[in-house]
């Protein structure tokens, strides 16, 4: 199914340019496809939290240098997860403001940049993997390591310590993906054409999804709810949110056409959008869901196996509660021809089809229980406090 889901991606960006697929089940297949394989990206989680606890692969006695090298993941905090509705109400509130007072062009360009930048990056990881597979073994062996040392003069509060230092540690397939990256993505930043928004906006949402863990069921109950009220009140209390999102020229959506045929009056193929935020927010969910089923039968952390097979009643639960979700959102919108917050739908999917999976599954316990937390600094910190002497005697 994973690979079948990455055809599904291919395909339907591909074919959606020449054939005309009616939106609603592009949106749902393209979506349902990313998600899928996004979650299962996320099992590499597992293997660096067990290597963050102590953990070793077989046949590592610890003396060996090799580990697997893979971008840098990040936890959810629940203060962070509290907060993230207001920063992301001042940041939705500044873009207002900025399309208000400012030229829509300019704000567009800045953006863009910005998001060009992100994109080489986020199509360099994943690419890269995928040209290490079909190049020869050399392009992934050679490996061009360097250190740069960069002095400054800024204040250490600012700057940090000088001089900066960079360390560059690629592969030759590394440096062909990210060669091909900047290639695409200048001529998206010229073009603007909605298929190379696209890319640049599945790349977001896979490796925003493999790289971040929630930490646990609660920290995601917080913030899917907090955003579920976002989303409600930006949407059906204001006008903010649908301006921003009209006027936003960025990948920061996937958009989806409604004909092929250009519009008379503009020239240009009608498109229906859907942000980033609908897939990437509730993917987290899904994703730690899975690694739930994952925990739950024992799967081994050493190898990773994306493709392995187990039970996953949460995932899949969750799963098709969220297509049921997004279906009831195109539905709504479509019937009441009005934009809809999507977050309405998918957060009461997302939490009831869980919870129920565990009241039927009698795991309620367990699957509060299950953290994907660091707690060796706190546990560090403790252990300090309570006995001090032991720090005054070293």
């Known amino acids: 199914l994973l690979v079948l889901s990455s055809a599904l991606i291919v395909g339907l960006w591909a074919g959606a340019q020449v054939v005309h697929i009616p939106y609603v089940i592009n949106l749902l297949a393209l979506v349902t496809a990313i998600l899928y394989v996004a979650c299962h990206s996320s099992l590499i989680l597992r293997e660096e939290q067990a290597l963050s606890r102590g953990e070793l692969p077989p046949g590592d ?11 840098p993941s990040e936890t959810l905090r629940k203060e962070d997860a509290m907060q993230f509705p207001l920063l992301g109400s001042a940041s939705l509130f500044s873009l207002y403001m900025a399309f208000k007072y400012f030229d829509r062009n300019v704000v567009n360009m800045i953006i863009s940049v910005y998001f060009g930048l992100v994109g080489c990056a986020a199509l360099t990881v994943t690419f890269s993997p995928i040209l ?22 800024l204040p250490q509060f600012i700057g940090g310590e000088s001089p900066w230092v960079v360390g560059i540690d690629a592969s030759l397939a590394d ?8 290639a695409f993505s200048v001529v998206y930043l010229k073009s603007k054409h909605w298929a190379l928004n696209n890319v640049l906006g599945i790349a977001f949402c896979l490796q ?29 209390g204001t006008d903010v949110m649908v301006t921003v999102a009209k006027n936003l020229d960025g990948p920061i959506k996937i958009l989806f056409p409604r ?15 859907l942000g980033l935020g ?23 952390y050493f190898p990773t196996d994306c493709h392995a097979s187990f039970p996953k ?17 195109l539905f709504v919108m479509i019937q009441f021809n009005a934009a809809q917050p999507a ?35 706190e546990t560090a910190d403790v252990d300090v406090k309570k006995d001090p002497a032991a720090k005054k005697a070293d």
């Not at 290490?132 to 400054?152: A, D, W, Y």
């Not at 609908?278 to 081994?300: C, K, M, S, T």
């Not at 998918?346 to 707690?375: D, Q, T």
Request: proline content about 4%; aromatic content about 12%.
């Open 61 to 71: 006695d610890g003396t060996s240098s090799e580990r697997i090298s893979a971008p």
């Open 132 to 153: 290490g597979t079909m190049l020869p073994k050399v392009f992934t062996s050679k490996r061009l390591q360097k250190e740069i040392k960069i002095n400054h003069f």
């Open 175 to 182: 440096v062909l993906a990210f060669v091909a990256s900047v």
């Open 208 to 236: 925003g999804i493999e790289r971040f863990s929630l930490g646990t069921y609660k920290i995601g109950a917080i913030l899917l709810v907090g955003l579920f009220f976002y989303d409600i009140f930006w949407v059906f």
């Open 259 to 273: 004909s092929l045929v250009p519009n008379a009056e503009t020239g240009k193929i009608e498109l229906s959008l």
């Open 278 to 300: 609908d897939i990437v927010i509730p993917g987290f969910f899904l994703a730690l869901l899975l690694r739930f089923d994952a925990h739950n039968a024992n799967l081994p």
């Open 313 to 329: 009643p949460y995932f899949h639960s969750a799963l098709l509660a969220y297509v049921a979700g997004l279906a009831t959102t």
């Open 343 to 377: 977050l309405l739908y998918l957060v009461p999917a997302c939490l009831i089809s869980s919870l129920l999976c565990a009241v039927v599954r009698g795991e309620l316990k367990e699957l509060f229980a299950y953290s994907e937390e660091e707690e060796e600094e």
